[in-house]
């Protein structure tokens, strides 16, 4: 599998800037104003008008960048353009048509259909389904129709509303003897959607998970590791009620003989390199300073696991897609996102075959993306998708059938998780809707209790403390979850589960030399 190039990072910069929904507003209102009025870009006047009235409802952007609206405060969204209508006379209806076409025209065809055509060999026809999944969509990207189409409607109606005032020559609102054509109603407009905003956030949007304070508790375990090697594989996207319906035979045995943690919880907000970035240094968004997939400034601003086994001289790599360099940097083994998504996977898994062979790092994270793939191109609540969970399930067994061939399994945990779930509609996630906030996550290997499940609520952001713990390096700096202890067995335990499993290893190859057809 090839890496990816220098183009498609810079790509997915680039396309998040269009995916994530608190920049694409300004973007898609500012493009749909000016397409809709390109008979008149050859005058000059109308640029200097259209900038004038647009610095108007700047604020309006700034409120919507600020409060996001997410899940049920969505439907408070629509009484600010009911206020806004009951204020100013409405005009040009067709600016706003056009709009709402252009919207559905990005997010089904652009997006939906071409894109996913293009980017991972979805059908032609994917549009007959996306634009049931945008309508339904719960998430924080552009592709939630629910929340978007309020947002642009309004900015659009009253950065109309004063570009008409300036373009016909009162250019001196606060002048004019009538106010509503004046800026005092939008000044106390504004205000009041602040207000308006900062209240429904204050007191509803009250399903963010709790955040713990202090810093991770457990005595530093370097140099007392537990394993000589931790692999980590992230089923990226991985709604935990459709692992459990599908067909998936190998993960549930390796959960069945280990430590499965039923109550395990996302981040918020649910994007993947928000997820990935709390994953691996342990620490909230606030912390990492990572809070969506569009990172304005590179890296992430806490020790990350990576950097703590440094500390010891050992070495840990991320197999995982561009977007994750973003934070992570050079610990990120990248992959190339564009191919068929019948063959991302495999192709992973043979790159990480080959990582193993060449560079044998301590620690190992693997992160498959065909389930995320086809939730967010064809929606969680199809077959498509548990059908990919399966396939995901047949690769895993392999790759670790073949770590088990070459002895990398002798002393290892390997840890199968998702990195956030997905919610109904295009795969979203971010809002923590149903389907995002818990994840399956279970651990296996000599160092983990068998058949154990824990049914209190945890964090994914225990997962550095405990590779730390396992690997007996120091935990990053700001890491605040708990290690996951109750998964744990004593060292004495485990040295003599490995050297009783090295002996039946070796009793079972010299049977198979002695008796190679037995």
Known sequence: MKKASSFEIVAARCWNLLNEGKPFLPIFVVGAFALYRADQWLDSGFWLAAFQSLLLVVPLLAIYYRYDYPLFLRNYLWLPVVGALLVWEPADLSLYASAIGLYFFFTVFFWGTFYYRMRIGTTWWNFSRFWKLV?????????????????LLLVLFLWNHYYRAIGSGESQLWQTADLSEGLVPLGLFTAGLWLYSWILHANLFDWKPKEKEGLT????????????????????????????????????????????????ETVYPARTVVCFSSMFTGAYPKDHGIRSNMVWKLGIKVESIFDSLRKVGKKGNLL??????????????????????????????????????????????????????????????????????????????????????????????????????QADGIGGHGHLDEGERFVPFFMHGPAIRQGCRIDERHSLISMAPTIARLL????????????????????????????????????????GRLYPGA
């Open 472 to 511: 007996g390096a120091p935990y990053p700096n700001r890491s605040r979850g708990p290690v996951l202890t109750d998964a744990l067995k004593s060292s004495q335990t485990i040295d003599t589960d490995i050297r009783e499993n090295s002996h039946e290893r070796s009793q079972k190859q010299e049977a």
């Open 217 to 264: 508790e457990d005595p530093d375990a370097t140099g007392r590791g537990l394993n000589e090697k931790v692999i980590v594989i992230v089923v990226d996207g991985m709604r935990k009620e459709r692992f459990e319906e599908a067909e998936a035979p190998f993960l549930k045995k390796l959960r069945a003989e280990g430590t499965e943690y039923a109550q395990m």
């Open 320 to 421: 995982g897609i561009a977007h994750l360099i973003d934070s992570m940097g050079d610990d990120v083994e990248s992959v190339t996102a564009v191919m068929h998504n019948d063959l991302a996977d495999r192709q992973i898994i043979e790159r990480a075959k080959r990582i193993m062979a060449e560079q044998n790092p301590d620690l190992f994270v693997v992160q498959l993306i065909g389930v995320d793939q086809t939730g967010h191109s064809r929606g969680v609540l199809y077959d498509e998708y548990i059908q990919k969970i399966a396939e995901a399930d047949k690769l895993i067994e392999e790759y670790v059938g073949w770590l088990t061939d070459r002895g990398m399994m002798n002393n290892t945990t390997l840890i199968i998780c998702a990195d956030h779930g």
């Open 135 to 151: 309508l339904k969509n719960s998430d924080s990207t552009s592709g939630n129709a629910q929340e978007q189409l309020p947002k």
